[in-house]
């Protein structure tokens, strides 16, 4: 099989790459399990080194990477810069912080001496998508990585460029031939690969379907897996909520990256006393963003990454017209080469609706009607998702009662759902489950390991907490 990667602005062919045999495969299953058995035994210290070099390629060679980017998957040159920049920042993040988090910790019990060490699992299996082709990479490799794991990496085929400059970001950064690298397969033989002996733990991206299918090939062979799945993030703005910056901040939330992204705001589920302004401020600024070509700095809308994915998400949009939801914006595919499709606001948009009850993947939001905060709440998680959601009022107080009360993995009061190094991140429900990054991620794919050591006599003093954090290797 040939893998095409083409740009989605103009609709050409700008790569090929051929799938790996069984033989190139079954070579790289074997290396990096070799690879392992030395990187396993590598200090914090020295892994964090190498880890800060990888951050400094990217900067250095954040032009290539980022126009390879855009035009690879059409993501705004601007915003592509920002997630080569976020990389080098994860990067950083994990190579200072990772001995602190999976650092030995000391439990008092009834030995002479017990405490809980984090040992790495061995080779971790990432399947990753397009959107973000290589923030969702490093967001999974810094931690993974930084723990002591090695990994491989099966990427989508339509950011094969993108798939094989990530395998070079760590070979040029002075990594170990082999602790991470990137295998070209199609997706019909992943099962296969979580079968492989030597393959220990899975980590997804992706939608729920293909998930569910991780899950069951995972679970079939007793793999450690974690799942970030599908979105459709609401986005609650009561009555009393600022309402010129909830719709400002709307517009970014709904259209970054195209609105091609798992927690991009979709369902904006407005408070009635307030529904009139927000519509007519949100339309306001979402038809000042500017839609073309994706390699121009002033680009805020780019076109989205394949001509399928334009036409299920204009058929989801006519679906919803067709059932009563009104249209205020956009709603149709512009006449010029490449895979555009405008910026689209519909209103009166009932659970019913594909708009809402599907996740739109694309500049396309959805305004549903609220009578107040119960009911926003309650149409917030008529939802399979639950993934972000972002909640707007001035009462802060409040807003920490409802949050607890929303299904999802983050809550963000007053601000748009974004990723950070420092916070845990991931989903519930059909969003999936397992958290990435914090300290949270890096132990997900460690062995949480508890030494016991006795007898402890009578008159022996619990050890020091400094004392159990030296008794493994440092």
């Not at 990096?32 to 990187?39: G, R, V, Y």
């Not at 990888?54 to 126009?67: C, D, E, F």
């Not at 980017?69 to 912080?97: R, S, V």
């Amino acid at each position: 099989m040939t893998f095409k990667s083409i740009n989605p602005a103009t609709e050409e062919v700008i790569g090929t790459y051929e799938e790996f045999t069984d033989a190139q495969v079954n070579g790289a299953l074997e290396k990096t399990s070799h690879a392992f058995n030395k990187w396993r035994r590598e200090t914090y210290v020295d892994r964090g080194k190498l880890m800060t070099l990888a951050a400094s390629y990217l900067r250095k060679n954040k032009i290539r990477l980022t126009s390879m980017i855009t035009a690879e998957m059409g993501k705004p040159i601007l915003e592509a810069e920002a997630e080569i920049e976020k990389c080098a920042l994860t990067c950083d993040y994990f190579a200072e912080n990772t001995k602190r988090f999976l650092s030995p910790t000391n439990i008092k019990s009834n030995a002479a001496q017990s405490y809980v060490s984090f040992e790495p699992l061995g080779t971790v299996l990432a399947i990753m998508p397009w959107n973000f082709p290589f923030w969702q990479v490093f967001r999974f490799a810094a931690p993974t990585l930084m723990a002591g794991n090695v990994a491989l990496l099966k990427h989508a085929s339509n950011v094969s460029q993108c798939a094989m400059a990530i395998q070079e970001v760590f070979r040029e950064a002075g990594f170990p031939s082999n602790v991470f690298q990137t295998l070209l397969v199609s997706r019909e033989r992943v099962s296969k690969l979580i079968e492989e002996p030597s393959i220990h733990a899975v980590t997804l991206t992706g939608s729920d379907i293909t998930g569910s299918k991780v899950a069951e090939a995972s679970g079939r062979n007793l793999k450690k897996v974690v799942l970030e799945l599908g979105g459709s993030d609401p986005f609650i703005v009561l009555a009393d909520a600022d309402v010129q910056a909830a719709a400002e901040t709307a517009a970014k939330a709904r259209n970054q990256n195209t609105g091609q992204s798992c927690i991009a705001a979709k369902r904006f589920i407005i408070a009635e006393q307030i529904s009139p302004e927000f519509e007519r401020r949100f339309v306001e600024a979402v038809t000042k963003l500017r839609m073309g070509d994706p390699m121009r700095s002033e680009t805020q809308v780019g076109p989205l990454a394949r001509a399928d994915l334009r036409e299920s998400l204009d058929n989801q949009v006519q679906r919803s017209v067709q059932s009563g939801a009104k249209l205020l914006l956009g709603g149709r595919r512009p006449e010029r080469m490449g895979y555009f499709y405008e910026p689209t606001v519909l209103t009166d948009v009932t659970p019913d609706m594909a708009a809402f009850s599907e996740e739109t993947f694309g500049p396309v939001a959805s305004i549903t009607i609220a009578r107040d905060s119960s009911e926003a709440i309650r149409m917030a998680n008529m939802s399979k998702y639950g993934l972000g959601a972002s909640l707007w009022t001035s009462d802060t107080a409040r807003a920490k009662v409802l949050a607890r009360e929303i299904q999802a993995g983050s809550v963000f009061i007053n601000g748009m759902v974004a990723s950070d190094p420092r916070l845990p991140f991931g989903g519930i429900k059909r969003s999936g489950y397992g958290r990435e990054l914090s300290e949270f991620g890096v132990r997900e794919f460690t062995n949480v390991q508890t030494i016991w050591i006795g007898p402890a006599g009578s008159g022996q003093q619990q050890p020091k907490q400094q004392q159990a954090q030296q008794t493994p290797a440092e």
